[in-house]
């Protein structure tokens, strides 16, 4: 598994909850933070396929460690 940088993962995370809670379009985001808009819906998949349920990424019924491995995958 490759490492990422938290930042890089925390950085996801905020496009992807700013896509969810519609305080910004797929346009603003890909255009604000430079990224391709198809990568974002990826991202944004990725984070519904892991069932998160909140904005600050907790994940149902998982332990510390396995929430660590999914947050990586994203």
């Given at each position: 598994m490759?490492k990422?940088?938290?930042?890089l993962?925390e950085?996801?995370?905020?496009i992807?909850?700013l896509f969810l809670?519609?305080?910004?379009?797929?346009?603003?985001?890909s255009?604000q933070?430079?990224?391709?808009?198809q990568?974002?819906?990826?991202?944004?998949?990725?984070?519904?396929?892991?069932?998160?349920f909140?904005?600050?990424?907790?994940?149902?019924?998982?332990n510390?460690?396995?929430?660590?491995v999914?947050?990586y995958?994203?």
């Amino acid at each position: 598994m490759s490492k990422r940088s938290p930042k890089l993962v925390e950085k996801k995370l905020e496009i992807v909850c700013l896509f969810l809670n519609q305080e910004q379009s797929l346009t603003q985001l890909s255009k604000q933070y430079q990224v391709n808009h198809q990568t974002i819906q990826s991202w944004k998949m990725n984070y519904e396929k892991c069932r998160y349920f909140d904005s600050k990424a907790v994940i149902q019924g998982m332990n510390y460690q396995e929430r660590q491995v999914v947050l990586y995958q994203l």
